[in-house]
């Protein structure tokens, strides 16, 4: 069974710097393509960040550009988030996921799921 935890969340102030972690386990971590996604109350679940098998590709949605990072040690089996000037709009449970189908940028192309971090940005 693939498993995936989160680690890393917690409350920052606005401007500050938070780094997520996933570690997966159960499988053959570098062939998935792994993605983050967040989502706050009454909101949709909202793309992030994705990174291939490899970490050659790296793709980010559009309201983070510039502002995240995202990364992956497949010696580790974890990829991590680095999210940078914090502001309160940031705010969300941020969840990993891990495609079998390479880089993917909606949330049903991913076919494993961890159980979320909160991520809370005070003003």
């Known amino acids: 069974q693939v498993q995936l935890v989160e680690s890393g969340g917690g409350l920052v102030q606005a401007g500050g710097s938070l780094r997520l972690s996933c570690v997966v386990s159960?499988?053959?971590?570098?062939?998935?393509?792994m993605g983050w996604f967040r989502q706050a109350p009454g909101k949709e679940r909202e793309f992030v960040a994705a990174?291939?098998?490899?970490?050659?590709?790296?793709r980010y949605g559009d309201s983070v550009k510039g502002q995240f990072t995202i990364s992956r040690d497949n010696t580790k089996s974890t990829v991590t988030l680095q999210m940078m000037s914090l502001r309160p709009d940031d705010t969300a449970v941020y969840y990993c996921?891990?495609?079998?189908?390479?880089?993917?940028?909606?949330?049903?192309?991913?076919?494993?799921w961890g159980q979320g971090t909160q991520v809370t940005v005070s003003s």
């Open positions: 996921a891990a495609s079998l189908s390479g880089l993917r940028l909606t949330a049903v192309e991913y076919d494993y």
């Open positions: 159960g499988g053959t971590f570098s062939i998935y393509a």
């Open positions: 990174i291939s098998g490899s970490g050659a590709l790296r």
